[in-house]
C-alpha cells in the first residue's frame, strides 16, 4: 500500500518540540513510528499470533523502525 501524506505541519512539530528540549533530536520518523504505534494499541483485538490453526491473543504490544539511510 502507498499513501502520500502532507507533512507540513509534522515538519513545524518537530520543530517545535526541538526547541523545546535538546536530549533527544525529533525527526518526522519518531512522529510517524508513534502514530503506528497508536493506531495499533486501538486494534489490540487484533494483536496476536496464529499457533497450531488458533488465534492467541497478545498482551504486549511493540513497533520497530528500522531506517536506512
Known amino acids: 500500500m502507498t499513501n ?13 518540540l526541538n526547541e523545546e528540549q535538546k536530549e533527544v533530536h525529533i525527526t518526522a520518523t519518531h512522529i510517524m513510528g508513534h502514530a503506528l504505534a497508536w493506531a495499533i494499541h486501538k486494534q489490540r483485538r487484533d494483536i ?8 492467541k491473543r497478545s498482551k ?5 523502525v ?4
Not at 507533512?7 to 513545524?12: A, G, P, Q, S
Open 66 to 69: 528500522l531506517v536506512d539511510f
Open 48 to 55: 496476536g499470533r496464529i499457533s497450531w490453526g488458533s488465534f
Open 4 to 16: 502520500e501524506l502532507v507533512m507540513d505541519k509534522v515538519f513545524d512539530y518537530c520543530n517545535k
Open 60 to 64: 504486549s504490544l511493540g513497533v520497530t
